[in-house]
């Protein structure tokens, strides 16, 4: 016998349960318990990775990774001398100007808030993949002096405007020596675009920059540089070398700041779905508790009889945790392997569920997403995998202490 004392022990009790079936039942419920929860985690926070970056391309898709906004007068803005010393910093792969101001869009008698941007069509391919999120229209159609405007698809519906119909925008100018006076311009609906994002598609509207610049007052609203890097991921390690480029004066923010609550709620949310989740290892782990209370209950003799022939109170100790052990983490294996089979299968799974129960996760008719997304992590399997391992050698613990206070004599003297 090679092996150590408790691990031979340990595992043979594992093994034999032909006398003691309700023992048997409860360990097979145990295990798994452990791996039904540790399979849940993975998949569902796989499906949150999933929709964060699904998220993530949505925002990104209207979004530049950076900008750089100056709130002084729009001609103070040195477009030139600014996009050279940014075209020149490493991971920069596109530079195009925007203006933003707020402004009141009216139609009969519907008025909305709304953000119009000013955009140079041309060079906007560069910041962002707007392009395909357009429905109706392109963005040829935001020709400089032409006065067209592509809607939010939803702003479009608030309005009850379609393509070729007015739309009067209005922004007030306020004055220091005089009172606020509105300034009115009317435009055509040229195109319409659907983000799948409330915040955009309801508040946004998009003009040729040229437009905006000759329809707002100088000291109306925020100009500046929109960024593009080679890996949106990594921008904010570019941005220290941007705002040293753009010096003092402008503000630089990037993609993860301006949309930082979503991210914090998605971050949030899935913190508590994996607490509420790990709640299912956490019973399993309790069943293991009461397994192994019965059987040091069950094995008092044979405790009595190994501490008589010169067994310690920790090899007692550790046969009983290794029995405990061997239960929960071949659960844990289980549900690891379970959880990535079925995280790296969702595309397949969740059709093959909404045809068997007649029912749909995302209905076309309420979500923008359709489809269940899936993005596995290695780091999401290594910490769900090793909280559950320590659950279950938590479980383990007091059964097996109770195991090695046993007295030999009194668990002899009825014998």
């Known amino acids: 016998m090679f092996q150590p004392l408790s691990l031979f022990v340990g595992l043979r009790y594992v ?21 039904l929860g540790v399979a849940a985690l993975i998949v569902v926070l796989s499906v949150m990775n999933g929709l964060k970056g699904e998220l993530r391309e949505r925002l990104l898709a209207l979004s530049a990774h950076a900008r750089i906004v100056d709130s002084r007068p729009a001609a103070s803005v040195d477009d030139g001398a600014l996009a050279a010393r940014l075209r020149a910093l490493p991971g920069v792969a596109g530079i195009a100007p925007y203006m933003d101001l707020q402004a009141l869009a009216m139609h009969g008698s519907d008025m909305l808030p709304v953000t119009l941007r000013g955009i140079d069509a041309r060079r906007e391919v560069a910041v962002t993949d707007l392009a395909p999120l357009l429905v109706a229209g392109s963005l040829t159609d935001l020709a400089p002096g032409g006065g067209k405007l592509i809607l939010g698809e939803a702003l479009a519906e608030q309005l009850g405007v379609m393509v070729g119909d007015p739309v009067t925008l209005l922004v007030p100018v306020a004055s220091a020596t005089a009172p606020p006076e509105p300034r009115l311009r009317v435009f055509t609906v040229a195109g319409m675009f659907s983000a799948g994002i409330q915040d955009h598609d309801a508040s ?3 003009a040729a920059i040229e437009d905006v610049r000759a329809f707002a007052p100088a000291a109306v609203g925020a100009s500046g540089l929109r960024l593009r890097f080679t890996d949106a991921l990594a921008t904010p390690q570019y941005m220290p ?26 971050r949030i949310e899935k913190t508590m779905v994996a607490l509420i989740l790990m709640l299912i290892v956490g019973v399993a782990a309790f069943n293991i508790v009461a397994m192994l209370v019965m059987v040091v209950t069950d094995k008092r003799t044979d405790i009595a009889i190994l501490r008589t022939l010169g067994a310690a109170p920790g090899t007692v100790l550790c046969i009983f945790m290794m029995q405990g052990l061997v239960i929960g983490w071949c659960g844990v294996a289980a549900g690891v392997t379970l959880g990535v089979l079925a995280a790296r299968n969702v595309a397949s799974i969740a059709p093959f569920l909404e045809r068997l129960f007649s029912f749909r996760f995302f209905d076309a008719d309420v979500f923008y997403i359709t489809t269940l997304p899936s993005q596995l992590e290695a780091g999401d399997v290594l910490w769900i995998g090793g909280a559950a391992l320590l659950l279950t050698l938590a479980a383990t613990v007091y059964p097996a202490l109770r195991a090695a206070a046993t007295p030999p004599a009194a668990a002899l003297r009825y014998e």
């Not at 349960?17 to 452990?34: E, P």
């Not at 070398?241 to 998605?266: C, E, H, K, M």
């Open 204 to 206: 946004l509207a998009l």
């Open 15 to 35: 093994r034999a349960r032909q006398h003691t079936f309700f023992v048997s039942f409860i360990t097979w419920v145990s295990l798994g318990g452990v791996a």
């Open 241 to 266: 070398a941007v705002r040293a480029a753009a010096g003092p004066g402008l503000l630089v923010r990037d993609w993860t700041q301006d949309n930082a609550s979503y991210f914090r709620a998605i």
